[in-house]
């Protein structure tokens, strides 16, 4: 490869594997250390195409989630079955994998600027900006750039454009589904707001368990089903439909937690 070979994005190639090594490294035990990382599907990954490929996914922290994923993405290619076992993975990073990111997020400190240099495709937000709700068009160029990133490789997502829960899937995710034909990834994560602060920067809590699970292709039928129908159906597989909101007892809830302890007992001895 060309040292100095650039991504559609202007991107050099040789800069941003060093970024994704370096960052990689760092990173590594806040999923296999402090924290333990459950994943499972992820031998969905190795089977798809090189490009077209939209991930969708819940949103937990600003950064923790898409570095999570790109371990385990790069994991996976390496052949790794539902394991970041032996950081050596991000050695030779798949370098055609993009995210959406807002741009003010991006552009918020060095730290961010950095990482965008990893693979944010960066938007602006046309619902809100600096904290206060706004209502603007969309821009053509932030179009342009997803359908340049699809063309590439893959693109990762969280439909729901904010860290809340189960708050509504933005319909610009169904218009670029049924105008661009992706194969369509849902992804659903845990645990990641409780282990770090709201940026993914910082681990606010250790031991905690993190769960990543990767979901067969979407089945879609791209010319007939409407723009509303991919829309729910997107909210129920990354599981934030209203429907998953259950109210648990106190007794119940103290169960669970006693389950969760346990099975962090038995993954710290791996």
């Keep these: 490869m060309p040292i100095f070979k650039r991504n559609p994005f202007g991107h050099i ?7 994704i ?8 035990g806040r999923y296999r250390r402090f924290n333990s990382l459950q994943i ?11 490009t077209n490929v939209l ?39 798949k370098l055609n994998i993009y995210y959406i990111a807002a741009s003010e997020t991006m552009k918020s400190g060095f730290l961010p600027k950095v990482f ?19 209502n603007r068009q969309v821009k053509m160029s932030d179009i342009s750039n997803i359908k340049k990133a699809l063309d590439d490789g ?5 439909p729901q454009g904010t860290t809340k829960p189960f708050r509504p899937i933005r319909r610009g995710t169904a218009h670029i589904i049924k105008t661009y034909k992706p194969v369509v990834i849902p992804i659903v994560i845990d645990g990641f707001r409780r282990s770090f ?32 129908e991919i829309v729910k159906r ?6 934030q439909d209203p429907s998953f909101l259950k109210v648990i007892p106190a007794d119940e809830y103290k169960r669970q937690e006693e389950e969760l302890d346990k099975k962090r007992k038995f993954w710290d001895m791996y």
Excluded at 77 to 85: H, I, M, S, Y
Aim: no cysteine; glycine share 6%.
């Design 13 to 19: 190639l040789f800069i941003k594997k060093w970024l």
């Design 21 to 28: 090594r370096i960052f990689g490294v760092v990173s590594h």
């Design 40 to 50: 499972e599907g992820s031998e969905i990954i190795r089977d798809l195409p090189e």
């Design 55 to 93: 991930f969708v996914s819940n949103h937990q922290t600003y950064f923790a989630d898409v570095a999570a994923m790109l371990h385990v993405f790069n994991a996976s290619l390496k052949g790794r079955v539902d394991t970041l076992k032996n950081v050596g993975y991000i050695w030779h990073p």
């Design 116 to 134: 965008a240099y990893t693979g944010s495709i960066s938007i602006e937000r046309t619902w809100r900006s600096a904290g206060k709700e706004v």
């Design 154 to 158: 893959w693109v990762i997502t969280f």
């Design 197 to 228: 602060d709201k940026k993914g920067l910082l681990i606010k809590k250790r031991n905690i368990l993190q769960s990543m699970v990767i979901k067969p292709p979407m089945e879609i039928d791209y010319e007939n089903e409407t723009v509303e």
């Design 234 to 239: 997107i909210e129920f597989e990354i599981e």
